[in-house]
């Protein structure tokens, strides 16, 4: 099995940047691909980026150009830097993974985008 730990939510201003982490442990060697989600109140779940193992990337229309996913795969960690961020952003980001093995989830991490 695959167990994800996300970490860098919180609370920032619009226009402000942060950085999430997403550590990967356990069978890591079967993984893929991972990524991004998020969701927000009364709103679907939505991919925001996906990166694969030789790190080739995809976003959401709603974040290119903001957000740029990266992954240490040394590190076993998947990172999200998001750069301009809106309040429109602010929702519960849980990072993901994929391979041989199965789907697996992180338990996710809050950001806020408020003035």
């Known amino acids: 099995q695959v167990q994800l730990v996300e970490s860098g939510g919180g609370l920032v201003q619009p226009g402000g940047s942060l950085r999430l982490s997403c550590a990967a442990s356990g069978t890591v060697f079967s993984i893929n691909a991972m990524g991004w989600y998020r969701q927000a109140p009364g709103k679907q779940r939505e991919l925001v980026a996906g990166i694969t193992r030789d790190g080739s990337a995809n976003y959401a229309d709603s974040v290119k150009g903001r957000f740029t996913i990266s992954r240490d795969n040394a590190k076993n960690t998947v990172y999200l830097q998001m750069n301009g961020l809106k309040p429109e952003d602010t929702a519960v980001y849980l990072c993901?993974?994929?391979?041989?093995?199965?789907?697996?989830w992180g338990q996710g991490t809050q950001v806020t985008v408020s003035s």
């Open positions: 993901s993974s994929s391979g041989y093995q199965g789907f697996y």
